[in-house]
């Protein structure tokens, strides 16, 4: 019985597209000289880019609100018990618009 190699360094995957997805696909490969293989390559490191940006887009937004919250505590001489009151009341009030 043959044994499968699981050290593959390539696999192969078959997907189909919509006449209109294939035929945009074909022109776009046409136009910069690549192939099929290559185009759905660069679009899923393209959209793995993505992803990453979307992460640490997120983590800046968590970032800058905490931020911004110790300033506008700061400037408004909030003790520590106002402040966490309201920090309670700013984390309801931002799941509201979320």
């Known amino acids: 019985m043959a044994t499968k190699n ?22 776009e490969v046409e136009r910069t000289g690549s192939n099929f293989s290559q185009m759905l390559r660069k679009s899923w490191h393209v959209y793995m880019e993505q ?24 400037v408004a001489g909030l003790s520590a018990t106002e402040k966490k009151e309201a920090m309670q009341q700013a984390k309801l009030a931002l799941k509201e618009v979320a």
């Open 51 to 74: 992803q990453s940006i979307e992460v640490r887009l997120a983590q800046l937004e968590s970032r800058l609100t905490r931020r911004m919250f110790e300033i506008v505590s700061a």
């Open 6 to 27: 699981k050290t593959k360094a390539q696999y192969a995957i078959t997907t189909k597209f919509t006449l209109g997805d294939y035929m945009t696909l074909e022109a």
